[in-house]
């Protein structure tokens, strides 16, 4: 297994993928991956749909905001993961919520996000996190249920670039002791 930071340092947005299909043992590592993530009193509020199927691939590709760069990596990706978000259960206790944010399944599900672009990483494999599409047409193509939403699709496959690290603001320049 890669070094922790290793891979947190060489994780990229991905939108270009080899013509490769994932093996089934990938896949299901990366549910493994979800399956672990941290949630909010252990809420577990994600549901997932691993879609392989070209013709929803290209459905949902539909769903993405003009001009999203993203936009064929959801056609082209070998698989594509639609997580989806319980609400009002993450952060809520007696049916109300606890926290000044209300529902807090938007930051369970980044964890369970992180975790799955990490282990896609540590598997040679690349992703994409693609937030900006029609999530209601999404919800409607995928099926889901009353009281959930498609809260991010993430293209995963081979990767068929290698992008450069963004430039990084210095530690001293967002961390603070004690006070902001």
Same mark, same amino acid.
């Given at each position: 297994? @890669? ?12 939108? +270009?993928? %080899? ?6 043992? &990938? ?7 979800? %399956? ?12 997932? =749909? ?8 290209? /459905? ?9 760069? @993203?936009?064929? $990596?959801?056609?082209? $990706?070998?698989?594509?993961? @639609? ?6 259960? /993450? ?18 599900? &980044?964890?369970?996000? %992180? ?8 598997? &040679? ?6 937030? @900006?599409?029609?999530?209601n047409k999404a919800n409607e193509i995928?099926?889901?249920?009353? &009281?959930?939403? =498609? ?15 963004? +430039? ?13």
């Amino acid at each position: 297994m @890669a070094d922790f930071m290793d891979l947190v340092k060489k994780r990229r947005s991905i939108r +270009k993928f %080899q013509d490769k299909p994932l093996p089934e043992n &990938g896949v299901n590592t990366l549910l493994e991956a979800v %399956q672990w993530a941290p949630s909010w009193s252990n809420t577990q509020c994600w549901e997932m =749909v691993v879609v392989d199927n070209p013709s929803i691939k290209d /459905a949902l590709k539909d769903t993405l905001m003009p001009r999203n760069p @993203a936009t064929m $990596a959801v056609a082209n $990706a070998p698989v594509v993961l @639609a997580l989806c978000g319980k609400r009002n259960s /993450a952060g809520f206790y007696k049916e109300t919520a606890t926290t000044k944010f209300g529902d807090w399944f938007m930051f369970d599900l &980044g964890l369970a996000t %992180q975790n799955i672009c990490l282990a896609a990483r540590d598997l &040679g494999l690349g992703t994409v996190i693609v937030g @900006a599409f029609d999530h209601n047409k999404a919800n409607e193509i995928l099926n889901i249920p009353q &009281g959930f939403d =498609v809260v991010v699709l993430i293209p995963v496959g081979y990767p068929d670039q290698d992008p450069q690290a963004p +430039k990084r603001r210095e530690i001293s320049e967002f961390s603070h002791r004690n006070t902001f």
